[in-house]
């Protein structure tokens, strides 16, 4: 078998920030990460390509260039964990031990619990921002249904919760909207909003800003509104509500897909009842494992599953990883940041970000962004800034550019 002090499982955000922070901690530490994408996704991005500001290829780079230097890069998938041996077994049957094990799996979308969904994305007016590939057609029906005017109905929708970036169902709608305003033809649209839960935004702060949003596009909210089965060839939506069940036609589907823990966690004595990783909620350490970590989207840590929690995630887990190499105990402490940029209109974000219990948290002094309120300078660092801070600080452990207070 093949052994390395230090495993990463999984080089999306939170895996590769963390090998990157360990190796500018300890550039000689033997650390190995196993992803089988030759493609690295800064899926912040997508929703900013479904409202036509980014081109695709500005969320995207080779596996190969965001992998740290010092670091041996498995490719492959792993197929199970085996936490009582340290070891994990590869889809290829080969066995990797490990010292200390890092688990960053992410989440698993679940298209197929919406019935018809995945076949009809992609075409007749069906899409979703949670695919690289159909980020693009949402901007491209955004104009169709413009270039068309009159009566169109767009329906976005929000699964229930957990999900990663919670408001990006809704960021998808704004940016929509915000286009169709624009062009004055906003005013003969329907825009429904079905969300499977019952508020627009988990932390109470930032909800009057997008209630008056809502308003402003003249959008019919719909809470405790699931989407269950899709039709595309006749454009047909149907939902299950407290009333029964509902159909509705549309000219624009946004649909957000139900998400789980990735499987092959859940399969192990890794995860929770919920299929993940079953960490300490400020250490990150396993409750079970001591020699195991996890953090981002596929661990039980009950934050909003944000990059902007990977990044302040990331530096905790390699300190502690380093300690549990040590011998010692762990003594970094994550707090629970979290953070979305709410894009209301094109030009305007309202930037929540909060930690553990839904404590608002800005990072940034009041007179520059007020994190509650609409703001321009905001929407700048959404589409300016946060993208080089991504690729070039927290995927490169460069922690002085990405100060202790995260701004993904
Ligand atoms: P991922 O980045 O998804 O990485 C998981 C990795 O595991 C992948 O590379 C995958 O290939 C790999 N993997 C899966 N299975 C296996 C296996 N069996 N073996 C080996 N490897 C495997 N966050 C923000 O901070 N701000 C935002 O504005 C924002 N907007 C978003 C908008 C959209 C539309 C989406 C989809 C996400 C958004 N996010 C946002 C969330 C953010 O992208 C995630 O929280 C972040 O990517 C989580 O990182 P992760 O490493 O846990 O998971």
């Not at 990059?307 to 390699?318: D, E, G, L, T, W």
């Amino acid at each position: 078998d093949a052994h390395h002090r230090v495993l990463v499982v999984g080089g999306g955000s939170a895996g590769i920030a963390t090998a990157a922070s360990l190796l500018k901690r300890d550039c000689g530490l033997d650390l190995a990460v196993i992803e089988p994408s030759d493609d690295h996704y800064y899926q912040p991005g997508f929703t900013m390509v479904g409202g036509g500001v980014f081109k695709p290829a500005d969320t995207v780079r080779k596996t190969a260039k965001v992998m740290p230097r010092g670091a041996t890069w498995i490719r492959a998938s792993v197929a199970r964990f085996e936490p009582d041996d340290n070891a994990v077994v590869l889809c290829d049957g080969k066995r990797v031990t490990y010292d200390v094990l890092v688990v960053a799996l992410g989440n698993r979308l679940a298209w197929e619990q919406v019935e018809g969904l995945e076949a009809a994305l992609g075409r007749n007016g069906v899409t979703s921002n949670y695919r690289y590939d159909l980020a693009p057609y949402t901007w491209q029906l955004v104009q169709e249904l413009k270039a068309r005017g009159g009566a169109q109905r767009a329906l976005f929708t929000q699964p229930p919760m957990p999900i990663k970036c919670a408001g990006a169902p809704q960021k998808a709608m704004y940016l929509s909207c915000s286009e169709w305003e624009k062009a004055g033809v906003l005013d003969g649209f329907e825009v429904e909003f079905h969300n499977a839960g019952g508020v627009l935004f988990g932390v109470p702060e930032y909800v009057p800003a997008l209630m008056e949003t809502v308003e402003r596009y003249g959008i019919d909210l719909k809470f405790g509104s699931t989407l269950v089965a899709v039709d595309g060839p006749s454009r047909q939506a149907t939902f299950r509500t407290e009333a029964g069940e509902v159909t509705r036609g549309f000219d624009m589907l946004h649909a957000v897909p139900p998400q789980v823990g990735n499987p092959v966690v859940a399969g192990s004595a890794l995860a929770d009842a919920g299929g993940y990783v079953e960490v300490d909620q400020n250490t990150l350490r396993h409750v079970r494992y001591a020699n195991a970590f996890g953090l981002g989207d596929g661990c039980s840590t009950g934050n909003a599953k944000t990059a902007a929690a990977a990044r302040k995630q990331a530096p905790v887990a390699a300190v502690n990883v380093l300690a549990a190499l040590a011998g010692k105990e762990p003594c970094a402490s994550y707090d629970g940041y979290g953070s979305c940029p709410l894009t209301v209109d094109r030009g305007h974000i309202v930037l929540a970000e909060f930690t553990y219990g839904g404590k608002v948290a800005p990072s940034l002094p009041k007179w520059l962004i007020e994190g509650t309120r609409p703001s321009r300078l905001a929407w700048h660092l959404k589409a300016d800034a946060l993208p080089p801070i991504y690729w070039h600080g927290m995927l490169k452990g460069r922690e002085w550019l990405v100060p202790p207070a995260p701004l993904l």
